[in-house]
């Protein structure tokens, strides 16, 4: 039922003889394809008349996707084909679902082509798919998966320069869309009925901390022989069947009668008998759990308690009830094409969040939103890549993303970590085997790797790379150093809500009494630039108590002053200003840390 396009010509002919609306799906090698597939598969399955489909796919040869797709009536179309085509014609589909990455690769694709971001998993937040991920730099929607906190329209306004945005739309809508997999795995879960099984799962061995293989070898045989009435399915990522440890976990465990080895193209038909899932890294909210209302156990070397544990959940009667939600459940795909109207026509539509952007194109403003973020401290992959690839001959660019990469935190999964310096390293080694970097170049990076962790700093001057380059630039990064003295921070600096503005002086209101605000009202240069006229928090605990001489009020006192409000917060700054403007109907100018 695959049709197979090879050739531009092929293309040309399919888009010819096509009255339907034609949607693309790109499939590249990640550790969530199967979320594109899927989603495939239900939207085939919802509505096949007027629609037609194209899966076009990078890293994979025909056969392997002609098998991922079995059965389903969908064109396959390698990537290298349809980015041919679209530099000599306009786009032969109408919109393309993309899914979501740290480092996806810059597509040859017309700005018009509606692209439509597809999450990769249910622990992500919103927020970190339009930000971190690079939604509001990449996608004209994003289908989100479930109810997410709300956040001003304007929230990102001046953000995300035109320039590097990949998109046509003046915004990036946010779609309550739901998960295909998660719409397969309820109904699943209802066929098998009452589970049987434990589920050992082990993540991408990329991912997973180092000693997880040690781990896994002790739990596997505690766990067949502690619980022979459950069968033990295990499955590793399937990117590492072959490696050796994992073969030698699979013959360990075959010496018992209740091991099951899960190798086929989707868990979910074994993860639906499982009466528990057991992993070695915690997850803030798996498939598994919302899907089965079952629980998840972290596994690690307090054998005894854990095994006690399970054994509690295994005999317990209703041991676990999940109270999360997701969109349109069972019905996804269903819900998504009933409006796609809205997408092609660009229609506003009264129950999608828009999240305005700014249209002025222009060097300056690319310019100064990396400088900002250059001046801080917080990561900013997606932006700085996206720069380096729209200027590829500046080198501050490409600094940018080695300092973004850098700065990545250093948590006990190492291995995770250094993908992001390995990535750094590569870009260094790519701008060296084109041209040198100067002096100045290379004293400004110094300064701010000198603010970079001491393993990240190790790793970049340590790898081993075959670059002759690469080697003596090491050489001369580590003499400057020592020769020179890192960035100290910037100014604090405080940025308006909606507008292009600052604030830098004068009366204030603060918003929330936590770390930050604390560290505020410790600093002298911002005692001595502001008044704090008023100190609101939301915890009622706080209210009454007097901090540096100021009593830290109730969130509704803000009514009381027309002074700006300035939010002491960055992970929830978005958040805060919708409620303010929303719930509480303040005019009130809102501003908060850059």
Same mark, same amino acid.
């Given at each position: 039922?695959?049709? #197979? ?18 949607? /693309? ?33 990078? %890293? ?31 786009? +032969? ?23 439509? %971001? ?24 994003? $289908?989100?998966?479930?109810? @997410? ?22 915004? *990036? ?6 998960? +295909? ?13 009452? +589970? ?40 590793? =990522? ?14 360990? /465990? ?25 992993? @070695?890294?915690?997850?803030?909210? &798996? $498939? ?38 997701? =969109? ?15 997408? #092609? ?34 990561? @900013? ?40 310096? &390995? ?24 300064? &701010? ?6 393993? *990240? ?28 003295? +890192? =960035?100290? !921070? ?15 002086? /004068? ?6 009494? /936590? ?10 240069? =911002? ?36 002074? !700006?409000?300035?939010? *002491? ?22 501003? @908060?840390?850059?």
């Amino acid at each position: 039922m695959t049709k #197979l396009i090879a050739c531009t010509a092929e293309l040309a002919a399919w888009k010819s003889g096509q009255s339907k609306i034609k949607l /693309g799906f790109l499939l590249m090698p990640s550790a969530v394809a199967s979320q594109l597939t899927d989603l495939v598969a239900e939207c085939v399955a919802a509505d096949s008349k007027k629609l037609s489909y194209c899966l076009v796919y990078s %890293g994979y040869d025909a056969v392997t996707v002609e098998n991922m797709v079995q059965g389903l009536s969908v064109t396959l179309c390698p990537l290298s084909v349809l980015e041919q085509y679209c530099q000599q014609y306009p786009a +032969p589909l109408d919109a393309m679902f993309i899914q979501e990455s740290y480092f996806a690769p810059e597509l040859i694709l017309p700005v018009e082509l509606i692209r439509i %971001g597809l999450p990769h998993g249910t622990d992500i937040p919103l927020k970190k798919t339009l930000t971190t991920y690079g939604g509001l730099l990449e996608f004209d929607y994003v $289908l989100a998966i479930k109810p @997410f906190s709300p956040m001003a329209t304007t929230a990102f306004l001046h953000a995300y320069p035109a320039m590097l945005r990949q998109h046509q739309r003046p915004y *990036c809508a946010v779609i309550p869309f739901g998960m +295909p997999k998660f719409d397969r795995f309820v109904r699943k879960c209802q066929q098998v009925g009452k +589970p049987d099984s434990i589920i050992l799962h082990l993540s991408n061995l990329q991912l997973e901390k180092t000693d997880v293989l040690l781990l896994a070898r002790q739990w596997l045989p505690l766990l067949l022989s502690r619980f022979p009435q459950y069968n033990v399915i295990f499955r590793p =990522f399937p990117a590492d069947y072959d490696r050796p440890q994992i073969i030698e976990l699979v013959r360990l /465990g075959q010496q018992f009668g209740n091991f099951v080895f899960s190798d086929g193209p989707s868990y979910i038909d074994d993860y639906a008998r499982g009466a528990v899932m057991l992993c @070695f890294r915690d997850y803030s909210d &798996h $498939l598994f759990a919302l899907a089965s209302s079952r629980p998840v156990i972290r596994l690690d070397e307090n054998f005894e308690p854990k095994l006690q544990q399970i054994a509690g959940v295994l005999f317990a009667e209703n041991a676990y009830n999940s109270a999360a939600t997701v =969109f349109n459940p069972g019905k996804s795909a269903a819900y998504l094409l009933s409006q796609f109207d809205y997408i #092609l026509d660009d229609k506003v539509h009264p129950d999608w969040c828009y999240f305005s952007l700014d249209m002025s194109d222009s060097v300056e403003a690319v310019s100064a939103v990396i400088q900002r973020h250059l001046d801080g401290t917080a990561p @900013f992959h997606k932006l700085a890549l996206a720069a380096q690839r729209h200027f590829p001959r500046e080198f501050n660019y490409v600094m940018a993303c080695v300092v973004s990469l850098s700065r990545t935190a250093v948590q006990q999964n190492q291995q995770l970590v250094e993908v992001f310096w &390995h990535k750094a390293v590569s870009l260094l080694s790519d701008w060296l085997e084109q041209q040198p970097v100067t002096q100045y170049q290379l004293e400004q990076l110094a300064r &701010h790797l000198l603010l970079a962790p001491a393993p *990240c700093r190790a790793y970049m001057l340590e790898s081993v790379v075959d670059s002759q380059g690469y080697r003596e630039f090491v050489l001369r990064l580590k003499t400057a150093m020592h020769e020179v003295l +890192p =960035f100290s !921070p910037a100014q604090l600096r405080f940025r308006h809500a909606e507008k292009d503005a600052w604030l830098s002086k /004068g009366a204030v209101q603060l918003y929330g009494a /936590g770390e930050l605000a604390l560290k505020l009202m410790d600093n002298s240069a =911002f005692r001595q630039h502001f008044n704090v006229v008023n100190w609101v928090d939301q915890n009622i605990a706080l209210h009454g108590r007097q901090v540096h001489n100021i009593r830290i009020n109730a969130v509704a006192s803000l009514k009381q002053n027309p002074a !700006p409000i300035l939010i *002491c917060s960055v992970a929830f700054a978005e958040e805060i200003v919708w409620q303010l403007k929303q719930q509480l109907q303040l005019q009130h100018e809102i501003f @908060f840390l850059e």
